[in-house]
């Protein structure tokens, strides 16, 4: 605590310069648990050890402690969470919301349909995950910046901001691990929302304050580079696009803009993030096997769903053989960033697949085979040693093997 405390108020210490050392540190810390306790309905708690609180072990909590320093990130294997802030949007979340939610009601559709996750980002990171998927938007009142999944506004209390200090906190805490995180900002929130200056201004506020320099791997952005000067800090993936292209270039991190990521696309694409260096990111993102029609079996809608996933891992694992420069961080497949997202809906299907059914099924008679998760085990199983790149998981807890699976231990 106190080591983050000292960094991100610095401008409070210097403010405080009469007051003496000991109280501004006293005030600080004071500071900080009040920034934590903001957090939690979207980061969870951060006091609460995740060995007590689910049947998740913690061996992962710091699995890139033994990786080299100059294993560049592009060929680790990163488990992820998709939509991670979702994990405590229940009914009885959606309704406690729904004063707020579009100021008038309703999310218009049931909380199953947005909810993607059951374990905290804090347990999420106890747990091994260093990929997070963000959306953000501003709040009802258009005040701050706070998590969105669609039309389901998923906190108002815990902003980007806090979440943002309660990631810098544990990595304080655990300077050997490094976290992705993606942040896109999410359409279709509530009538008239769009990306607009004030949303644009307060989101390069907060990824440009002082804690974010502290936090955020600042080296002119454009390059993933290595695990060793990530370590300790945020890698950032910006899915935004910003009006003003000088202020665009100088923010951290690699540019994902919307414009670049094709919408649901069965085959995969290719992402050039810096067309200096040509840097690519080759992602799966078939997030709606839409092309089934509307009258499907979950069944049918898991195997769409795993095919996609199968390729795009066979892809990555086959880069790694026909990589040959690991230095250069160019268009080389070998050398590019893989992106795998396992997870996906098809809720305008009859019956409806959300998410929790396409990762983890609908029992035995319905799904003999499991979901997407129990699936994806056993293709993992067969592939322990191969490059996968970034998996992107629902429910990354089960089954409980998953997210060593893709650590590839
Ligand atoms: C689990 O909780 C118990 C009781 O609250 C506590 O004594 C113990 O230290 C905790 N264990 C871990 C690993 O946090
Ligand atoms: C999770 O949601 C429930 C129901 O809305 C709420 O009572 C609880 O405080 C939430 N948990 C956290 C950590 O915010
Ligand atoms: C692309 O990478 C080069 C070399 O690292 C860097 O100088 C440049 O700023 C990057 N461009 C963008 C748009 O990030
Ligand atoms: C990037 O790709 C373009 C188009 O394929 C090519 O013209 C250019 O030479 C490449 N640049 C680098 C640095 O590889
Ligand atoms: C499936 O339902 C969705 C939502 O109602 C609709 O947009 C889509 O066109 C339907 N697809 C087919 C093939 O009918
Ligand atoms: C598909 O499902 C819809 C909604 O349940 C139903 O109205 C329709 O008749 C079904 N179509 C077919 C071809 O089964
Ligand atoms: C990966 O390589 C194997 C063996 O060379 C090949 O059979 C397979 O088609 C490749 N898969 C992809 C997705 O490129
Ligand atoms: C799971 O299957 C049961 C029995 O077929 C069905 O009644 C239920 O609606 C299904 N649940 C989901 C979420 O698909």
Not at 224 to 238: N, P
Not at 297 to 311: G, H, P, Y
Request: aromatic letters at 8%; charged letters at 20%; hydrophobic letters at 40%.
């Amino acid at each position: 605590m106190r080591g983050l405390s000292a960094r991100v108020l610095a401008g409070c210490a210097a403010a405080a310069a009469a007051i003496s050392d000991a109280r501004a540190d006293l005030l600080g810390d004071f500071a900080l648990q009040k920034v934590l306790q903001a957090s939690t309905q979207i980061f969870g708690e951060f006091s609460i050890a995740i060995s007590n609180t689910s049947a998740v072990a913690a061996p992962y909590e710091t699995w890139m402690s033994t990786i080299p320093d100059d294993t560049p990130l592009a060929r680790l294997n990163i488990p992820g969470a998709h939509d991670a802030a979702t994990w405590n949007y229940t009914a009885a979340t959606q309704a406690a919301l729904s004063y707020a939610t579009r100021c008038d009601g309703d999310a218009p559709y049931p909380a199953q349909v947005y909810r993607t996750q059951r374990l905290s980002i804090h347990s999420a990171l106890s747990a091994g995950i260093r990929f997070f998927d963000l959306r953000f938007a501003f709040d009802p009142v258009d005040d701050a910046l706070v998590f969105w999944h669609g039309a389901a506004l998923l906190s108002v209390r815990s902003s980007v901001e806090d979440v943002l200090f309660a990631f810098y906190e544990w990595l304080g805490s655990h300077n050997s691990e490094t976290v992705l995180l993606s942040f896109q900002y999410e359409g279709g929130t509530k009538e008239g929302a769009s990306f607009d200056a004030r949303a644009q201004a307060q989101l390069v506020q907060i990824l440009t304050s002082g804690a974010a320099r502290a936090y955020i791997r600042q080296d002119g952005g454009g390059r993933l580079g290595t695990l060793g000067e990530s370590r300790g800090k945020v890698v950032l993936l910006r899915r935004f696009d910003l009006d003003d292209e000088d202020v665009q270039a100088r923010l951290p991190g690699l540019h994902m803009g919307p414009s670049l990521w094709p919408d649901n696309d069965k085959d995969g694409f290719a992402l050039v993030y810096n067309e200096t260096t040509n840097a690519t990111a080759y992602i799966e993102d078939y997030y709606e096997p839409a092309d089934l029609g509307n009258n499907s079996t979950v069944s049918e809608n898991v195997a769409a769903k795993l095919d996609a996933v199968r390729a795009h891992l066979e892809k990555a694992a086959n880069a790694t053989a026909t990589g040959d420069d690991a230095d250069a961080e160019g268009g080389e497949e070998g050398d590019s960033l893989f992106i795998t997202f396992a997870s996906a809906e098809h809720n305008a299907n009859t019956p409806p697949v959300f998410p929790e059914t396409m990762a983890l099924g609908n029992g035995t008679e319905v799904t003999p085979d499991g979901g997407v998760n129990q699936q994806l085990a056993a293709i993992l199983r067969d592939m322990q040693g191969s490059r996968l790149g970034i998996v992107v998981l629902d429910f990354f807890e089960e089954p409980e093997d998953l997210v060593g699976l893709v650590i590839g231990s």
